[in-house]
């Protein structure tokens, strides 16, 4: 079962109360990438990068079995750099720079390899680009999930909302889902949501777990309690890639499946913020998720018998 | 299996985003009684009341198999009067007025006939207060828990650390935790705890749910995601009267029955955030509470084995 996977592919640096990095790899696209292909290949990813991207991170990408026809190499620029510094609480950060280089060009279209995908992963990204890859999908995929952000809300809310119509499953955070909506209560924000398109929708909460919402049903994951979160840079896009890949790993997009899905994306999710970027993800084995996972049971299993 | 209440009985004046009361009942004994008596009897509660405290209230606790030898009326003096505005968060609030009342003058005494209980709960009270009590017991009860605040750290930390050498099981929010240990992070403050006293550390986090820590072990109870929090007051009081209620009705305080206990104590706070004050805890059936916790079920279970 492929899986498409629609974002950007970076150089991001980061400051954290515990250290600081140069350029590092990142966008939103490779850590779907690298937290999708632990389950499931060909991962089939649609990019752009400039003339600094690293060839060894794309060859080790390939070599997990992410298909590159997709992504664009431009010869005479950058590739999209992100600055920022978090806060002690991890949650929020300020953005240092922002320096948009090839992304200004993206212009993401389907290669004819990657049509027939029943799997198709829309990084946060400028809503009518998000759109342009659905509509370049000759057959329907079986699911489509979408990332946004509040900078899309403010500055394209009609483009956000007409894209929304097209799409399975919205991720968002919690403030995103209130700014979305009008609602400061989650449930309601919620059950608004739930009408502007997406049957699914998934709130991430970072140290405070996840939520899961359908029709009248909702399922809440834990986050795992960490002694340190080192770095949250790209925690989100793990999470998405470690759901999608199981749920086309399983081939079941039923709700049952995406409450285990979700426990998945939040097992690789705790292990991106381990070290800075992706290089925690670089390193773990198939018996380090299976341990992470068996974590999350412990975590969350009671018995109930008693009462 | 006798369990002892030690804490406030008093009046509290509410105002939050959704409404305002006058005065009504409130005080951290009278939300452990109402919570623990629907799985404990007797609750052999300590505490002190003024001159305008409502006797069907106290009718009402009896009923429910709360005995009161341990509350102590002043005839000419009013009971403790708090009154508070809550932000749209619901998570912070101002302090309107603090009158101390009759609290001023408590002292707190073991009625013979509670001698010998298995279970004391030592609601948010002066540490000194609350290790008279302990003091008092002449065989020491098999679980002693213990809830505190910020504004005693602030002001008695010495008393209250050395009231936590005698306790099995500290409450207390996360910013608290942070407070008694230094430690930014939850897990680290955690461990810290873990070597003042207590053997167990609970570590509620309101909308986000509760965390239990014992040894190397941790759970994560979810709370349940609600539409709307209509009055967050005593919430943390009716969990540790559920959680409190569950073990004593089970006579069984391992670390395993704990986790089901602090699944009790979430579904009994989250009656009690329904209405103001206790109304709600005053109304639920049997059949509520099962109902309730059968929620919590469906809300964390997952299916691992397709992973």
């Keep these: 079962m492929a899986l498409i996977v629609v974002g950007t592919m970076a150089y991001d640096a980061i400051e954290t109360p515990f250290g600081k990095t140069d350029k590092i790899v990142g966008g939103s696209a490779t850590y779907v990438a690298y937290a999708a292909s632990n389950f499931v290949t060909p991962v089939q990813q649609i990019s752009i990068v400039g003339n600094d991207f690293d060839e060894a991170i794309m060859a080790d990408l390939k070599a997990r079995g992410v298909m590159t026809e997709g992504v664009v190499r431009v010869k005479d620029k950058p590739s999209f750099f992100w600055s920022g510094r978090y806060h002690m ?61 509040n900078f899309w809300m403010d500055i394209a809310m009609d483009d956000l909302k007409a894209v929304l119509k097209k799409v399975d499953v919205l991720m968002v955070n919690d403030s995103e889902a209130r700014q979305l909506t009008g609602e400061y209560s989650i449930v309601k924000a919620a059950k ?17 777990g996840a939520l899961l919402f359908h029709e009248n049903h909702v399922f809440y994951a834990p986050a795992l309690p960490l002694e340190d979160v080192f770095d949250p840079t790209g925690a989100g896009d793990t999470f998405a890639g470690g759901f999608m890949g199981h749920l086309a790993k399983t081939k079941d997009i039923s709700f049952n499946n995406m409450k285990t899905a979700i426990i998945v994306g939040s097992a690789m999710a705790s292990f991106c913020v381990e070290k800075f970027g992706p290089e925690r993800l670089q390193e773990i084995t198939r018996a380090d998720i299976d341990n992470r996972i068996q974590e999350f049971v412990n975590l969350v299993q009671f018995d109930i018998d008693l009462v």
């Design 89 to 149: 609480d991890m949650n929020s950060r300020d953005t240092l720079v922002t320096d948009l280089n090839v992304l200004a060009d993206f212009d993401p279209h389907v290669p004819e390899a990657y049509q027939g995908a029943d799997f198709l992963m829309l990084g946060n990204l400028m809503p009518k680009l998000q759109m342009q890859v659905i509509d370049e999908m000759r057959v329907r995929p079986k699911l489509i999930v979408l990332d946004t952000m």
């Design 192 to 208: 608004t949501i739930l009408t502007m398109g997406p049957k699914y929708l998934i709130i991430k909460k970072g140290e405070h």
